[in-house]
């Protein structure tokens, strides 16, 4: 079914010369400064739940797959983007593994994606997309048709609560304004309760204005999401 919602403004923003920014001034800056929460943080979840069959949703500059230590090695790699220049620069950056490519938006059942993962990343995504976080909501139907019966949905988002500061305010307006985000609306709670009512098993944090999460069709043994995760060789 096509949503009546455009998913353009979101990631209209990605191009070369943007994309050529987004890891110093995007992962570096704002994640620290803007955001308070260093991107060691989501490096962790990635390390954690990329799995041999992984899907990326909303890749930008595959910079977390780039850097990830992943348990097992990756097989199975799909990069999943509405924009041609994210699925371009992260196809060629992430070239080792092979992976496969798929341009559409995240809102819209995926169809032609005949293949369930173990691992479904969606990482800063959510506050590109338009709509309430329940109309948003619909984006973990559409990944849970895909995600295998013991597989993980794992991500972070920046919601419109936490440890705000000037910057983060600034920016915030900004890109809401832009329709580069758009989530005035979002709180972890919010975000939280649409995932609790599609997954068995739901883990989140709240990291200054970020919300990381990860869920699960059935409920597993182990994996809890990092509490002080060290990480002394990467820069962001
Ligand atoms: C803020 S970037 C996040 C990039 C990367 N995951 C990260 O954490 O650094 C958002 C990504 O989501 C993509 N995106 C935005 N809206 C989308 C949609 N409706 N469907 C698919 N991809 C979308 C953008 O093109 C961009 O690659």
Sequence with gaps: MESP???RPGQAIY???????????????SNRIAWRC???????????YVSPS?????VGTGYFLEY???RQPVNDLVLFDLNRHCLQQ???RLQRFNPRIY???VLEPFQGLDTSFESVGINYVLHCLPGTPRQKGIVFDHIKTHLKDDGVCFGATIVNQGADNLFSKTLKSLYNRRGIFCNRDDTAEAIESELRQRFVEVETRLIGTVFLFRARKAAAQENELPQKPKRSSRSQ
């Design 38 to 48: 260093p991107s060691h943080y989501i490096q962790h979840l990635y390390d954690q």
């Design 103 to 105: 341009r559409a938006n």
């Design 54 to 58: 992984h899907l990326e949703i909303g």
């Design 90 to 92: 992260t196809a060629e």
């Design 15 to 29: 191009t070369k010369l943007t994309l050529s920014l987004y890891d110093p001034l995007v992962l570096g800056l």
């Design 5 to 7: 919602l455009d998913p």
């Design 68 to 70: 990830c230590v992943p």
